[in-house]
Every structure is written in C-alpha cells, then in structure tokens.
C-alpha cells in the first residue's frame, strides 16, 4: 500500500479513547522531572497549581495505530512528539483522550526512504475545555511501498 | 549582497525554528546577511507573509521550496501556479529530469542540494544511475553536509563547470547563515534572485569566515 492509500485510508477518524483521573501527585511528578520549579507547577498548595504544559505528551493510549495497520515495528522508530497547549491541566480533572492518524508522509534522508505516521491525541475536561493536541510521529526506516 | 538559500521553518515538518527567531538570532548575533530564503521541504509555503519581518530587521525573507527527486533533493527558486501544476511537490520520487525542465520551462530555477550527501544528493546516484542533462548550478557548500560531502559536490562541480551556492539548512535558529551566498548585484524580491541566478554572479561563501 502507497503512503497516499494508507493516508485514504486511515487518516480523519478516532480510533481510540481514554479517560483518566488527573492527581496532584502526578502533576508534581512529572513537573520535577521536567526539572521545573515554578511553585505553581510543583506545589500543590500554590494558589495557581497546575500542570506543566507538555504534562499531556505522557498519556498514551491503549494502542499506537489502529487494527490492521501495516507496519513493520521492527524498522519503526519513535520520532518525537509535538505538544500544542490550549488549557492547563488541574488536578481533579477527568480527563478524555481520543486518538486518531492526523497524517502520514513520506520523506527521503540519508538512509533512504522513511514512513511518517502522526499519531494525534486530542485531550479534554470533563467541561468538555480543549486542553492540548499531542502529535506523536512514527517512522518507519526504508518503506517500499 | 549576501544570502542563505536554503533554510527550513516549523512550516517544514522537521523544521524547529521560527522566521522571526531567525531574524532576532541574525540581529543579535550580528551576521553578515542581508536575508534568507525558506525552502520548506516538500511545499510551497503559499500562507506565509514576512512582509512586517522584513521591514522590522531589515532583512529579505523569500520562499521557496526543497523537492525531492530519484536523484536527491532540489532546491526550486521562483516556485509560480504553473510550476506547482507541472509535478506534485509532495512525492519522493520526481523525475529529476522532468524538475529541471519543468522549472526551466516556468521561469524558475532549480538546484540540486547537498550533492555530495548519500541517498538524498546527486552525485551517488549519477555514479549509479547516469549523469543528469540540464544541471546548472549546485549548492557545494551546505550546512549540514557530514565530513567530506560538500568537498564531492566541489569536485562535481568543477568538473562539470556548474555554478555554485551555499545555503545552511538551517532547521534551528543557531544554524541559520553557516553557509550563504553572496552576490555580485542586488536581490530585492523573488524575481530579483531568479535573474541573479540565471546571470552567474554568484559564489557559495561561510559568511563568519570568509
């Protein structure tokens, strides 16, 4: 399959949601590792507690590509992830994720051809607020179509 | 009049830097360019309007783009409607051939990059696969050419008599202006720097050292 039918066909639609429990605990984790020390992203008592704005780019969901993609995982690897923030994330929030294939690519470097897949989860409230967009790319290193 | 022909912005999709942290990093750092050129990879960056970044640093910022070929990339200056209609910028596998006429054809000019660099430059695949009609000018220095490649490039092109350019690939702001070239005359816009090409006045310079 071309990169444009795999775009056809698995691009614009969800194929996976999540729901979790956003906890103080979690926020300041995260935040500590990120080496952050603003008190109002590692101290739960600030006035402003939230968290940090790439805190979402942690959340995977339960699976990488939807059913009956053709991948081959062993060329693939992880090419990064982009975070655009639009609301924090405070701690009490339930939070819904929905994942779906926003694009696929490809693009010819110094080891041959390589297979871009974006993985995007949107991630909301439970008021429904819009809090980031996390782009998460896959590459897949010497894709024959 | 110097400039860096080859750059990339976030608009590319592994490009990291901003226009506008481009020019502040040129400002800050006080180098010798008087602008750049966005050859986002794969596109034609139509959306784009740096008309207020130039008159706030004084600099020329042009588009245009990096399209990819059998054999390696190519940078497409000039890009019009009836380039873009003539072959899809988004594949991997144009016609090398067909771009340089095609680009001939429309009033633009296209240069291979990077020449020297494995699977995504000319000069391997013309070992491989045969030597390319219509190559006129090519970028021999490149800022992000790997030990030994923009000397291969250096190589082909005096062998062949092709001209040269420069350009940094910049895909961070640091990065910008490593490479550039400089030109005999004044380039003012998009047109400018299509006829400077076309007349061969022009070299491929490291602005910080030469």
């Not at chain 1, 906890?23 to 600030?46: I, N």
């Not at chain 2, 008087?34 to 050859?39: A, I």
């Amino acid at each position: 399959m071309t990169a444009e039918e795999l775009k056809r066909k698995f691009t614009g639609w969800v194929f996976d949601e999540i729901d979790l429990d956003i906890t103080s605990e979690s926020l300041v984790g995260f935040a500590t590792a990120c080496g952050e020390t603003l008190p109002k992203f590692t101290d739960p008592t600030d006035p402003d507690f939230q968290g940090v704005p790439n805190y979402l780019t942690r959340i995977h969901g339960t699976r990488a590509l939807p059913e009956d993609f053709p991948v081959e995982m062993h060329r693939c690897f992880d090419a990064g992830k982009s975070v655009e923030f639009h609301a924090p994330v405070r701690p009490g929030d339930r939070i819904h994720g929905t994942s779906e294939i926003a694009d696929i690519y490809e693009k010819s470097g110094r080891t041959g051809s390589m297979l871009f897949i974006v993985h995007r989860m949107n991630f909301f409230d439970q008021r429904k607020t819009h809090l980031a967009t996390v782009d998460w790319r896959l590459v897949q290193r010497e894709f024959d179509a | 009049m110097i400039l860096d022909l080859h750059s990339h912005s976030i608009a590319s999709d592994d490009g990291r830097a901003k226009v506008e942290n481009y020019c502040q990093w040129i400002e800050r750092k006080g180098l010798p360019l008087d602008g750049f050129v966005l050859t986002e990879h794969r596109q034609f960056d139509d959306a784009s309007d740096y008309r207020a970044l130039e008159d706030r640093f004084g600099l020329l910022i042009l588009k245009a783009s990096e399209v990819e070929t059998e054999y390696g990339h190519v940078l497409v200056f000039g890009v019009n409607d009836d380039l873009r209609a003539a072959f899809d910028f988004a594949r991997i596998d144009n016609p090398i051939a067909m771009v340089l006429a095609e680009s001939e054809r429309c009033g633009a000019v296209a240069v291979p990059c990077h020449p020297g660099r494995p699977k995504v430059g000319m000069c391997a695949h013309w070992e491989t696969r045969g030597p390319v009609e219509g190559v006129r000018i090519v970028e021999t220095l490149n800022g992000g050419s790997r030990e030994g490649e923009n000397e291969i490039a250096e190589r082909y092109a005096e062998e062949h008599g092709w001209s040269r350019i420069g350009g940094s690939d910049s895909h961070i702001v640091s990065h910008i202006g490593r490479c550039a070239t400089r030109f005999e005359e004044d380039v003012r816009d998009i047109d400018g720097l299509v006829r400077a090409l076309r007349r061969g006045r022009f070299d491929a310079v490291r602005p910080e050292i030469d």
